[in-house]
């Protein structure tokens, strides 16, 4: 055996192909799309139900009511108490969440494969007879406007919902799906029942399996948990493609500030309303990203916290949905350089799309931050049954994952150059900041952005 040499590091070798594996299809008489992937890894089966229309969907006047209409399905169903829920789910082994998105709303179920059959019963019952009673909404809403009240004191709270307001204005995407004090104060239990029945329909909904089991056996069962069920009648009306309408060509504010008398530092948010997740540009985006400010030694993190200390780390990132979503810069700096670390951040968004673009070496990285660790993405089957749920979110193919890599691999230094001359637009981007406004007022002309605007998030 020839003797290591440990004064060099090793060659990566080839990257493996990546398969993913066959989804399985059928179409239910009540319009429930199932799909179905064998994963033999472990004995788990994992069950996503996905239904369209997030926060994005709720009522005008009622922000929040989409989430809150979630959070009360595991707090009971036929009669049953939020306890009892719990402890079948234990009996099983499950672990059982429910996340609310900007486009959907997403049940997930992942527990060991002898249960299968249990599981999916338990998955169905929660979704279509949820007690909805009023004692558990008075409870769950009161726990949510307690989040609200903290929230006043976290900057980054804030920043978040100042920023959404000012990019989308009365778009769907224009609130944080938590709404607001005085939308939940408003908010009656027989409006979450109303919401109910008009969302939570099979009509357009996916469910997805992944488990040991042939696809075709899973697809069996699910149809017959599954295929009876039907939503009930309700008045109100839910329009789950508002959020495919184009946000404000131009954003309210250029330059905000929330202010927080005696902060140490400024949160600040830089970006504008940008792509849909379906845009072809995907891959480029991707790139674009990964060197501008996706990681580590990307070239902003690189700038603001290694070379100038501004702060302990910055990102960017296109929060891409199935309507137009954002391009985001977000950190948080000392209050006495928040100028100086706008200027930079603006700089570098401004280089990469014309002074200074992207190089090899740069998009050598970026390919291989990105595609390296692909597959870890895939590893379990909670993981699998998600992905599988964004493709039926976003309308992918569903060879979409195993041509990651290769379109990936396409993408060019000119074609990153064209997204961000495209996508990047630097005189409709909104600068927002959260930080004391009295130390930090005077240095804002430096910026060059035009008089500030002094704005109070609605918490």
């Known amino acids: 055996m020839s003797p290591v040499d440990r004064s060099r590091l090793p060659v990566p070798g080839p990257d493996r192909p990546f398969h993913f594996p066959r989804i399985a299809r059928r179409t239910l ?5 199932l799909r179905a992937v064998t994963h033999s890894a472990v004995p788990v089966i994992s069950i996503v139900l996905l239904v369209p229309g997030g926060s994005s969907a709720d009522p005008a006047d009622r922000h929040g009511l989409v989430s809150l209409t979630a959070g009360l399905l595991d707090e009971g169903s036929r009669g049953q108490s939020a306890l009892d829920v719990a402890d079948r789910v234990a009996r099983i082994g499950g672990d059982l969440d429910i996340e609310v998105g900007a486009d959907a709303v997403v049940v997930g179920l992942t527990t060991l494969d002898r249960f299968y059959a249990t599981g999916l019963a338990l998955i169905h019952e929660i979704v279509s007879e949820p007690n909805l ?21 976290h900057a980054g709270a804030m920043a978040e919902r100042a920023f959404a307001r000012v990019l989308y204005d009365g778009h769907p995407y224009g609130h944080l799906g938590l709404g607001t004090t005085a939308s939940l104060t408003a908010t009656a239990v027989e409006e979450t029942r109303l919401l109910h029945a008009a969302l939570f329909s099979p009509a357009g909904a996916t469910l997805v399996v992944v488990g040991d089991r042939p696809a075709e056996e899973m697809l069996d069962a699910a149809a017959e948990t599954f295929g009876g069920w039907r939503a009930p009648a309700s008045t109100m009306v839910i329009d789950r493609a508002a ?23 400024s949160e600040l948010r830089i970006g504008h309303a940008c792509a849909p997740r379906a845009t072809p540009d995907y891959h480029a985006l991707l790139m674009l990203n990964t060197i501008l400010g996706g990681q580590f030694v990307s070239r902003i993190n690189l700038n603001l ?52 673009p992207a190089t090899a070496d740069e998009l050598s990285l970026g390919f291989a931050t990105v595609s390296k660790g692909y597959p870890r993405g895939f590893e379990t089957a909670s993981q699998v049954a998600r992905s599988v749920a ?8 569903d060879s979409y994952f195993e041509d990651f890599i ?15 001359a495209r996508y990047l637009d630097l005189p409709r981007m909104t600068t927002l900041i959260v930080g004391d406004l009295d130390k930090i007022g005077q240095s804002l002309p430096d910026l060059g952005l035009g008089p500030h605007q002094v704005l109070t998030p609605e918490i």
Do not use: C, W
Request: charged share 25%.
């Open 243 to 265: 959020a495919l309408a184009p946000p404000p060509a131009v954003p309210l504010t250029r330059l905000g500030v929330v202010s927080r008398p005696g902060a140490a530092q």
């Open 133 to 153: 009673a009023a004692d558990d909404f008075n409870r769950i809403r009161n726990l949510r406007l307690e989040r609200l009240r903290q929230m006043k004191d």
């Open 29 to 33: 008489a009540n319009g429930l799309e």
């Open 406 to 420: 290769p379109r990936l691999a396409q993408v060019t230094i000119d074609d990153v150059s064209r997204v961000a």
């Open 390 to 397: 964004q493709l039926a979110l976003h309308g992918l193919p």
């Open 305 to 356: 916290r290694e070379a100038k200390g501004y702060t302990y780390g910055v990102r960017t990132g296109f929060d891409l949905r199935r309507g137009i979503g954002p391009f985001v810069m977000q950190t948080s700096v000392g209050t006495d350089v928040t100028v100086p670390a706008i200027s930079e951040a603006l700089k570098e968004i401004s280089d990469i799309a014309s002074a200074r």
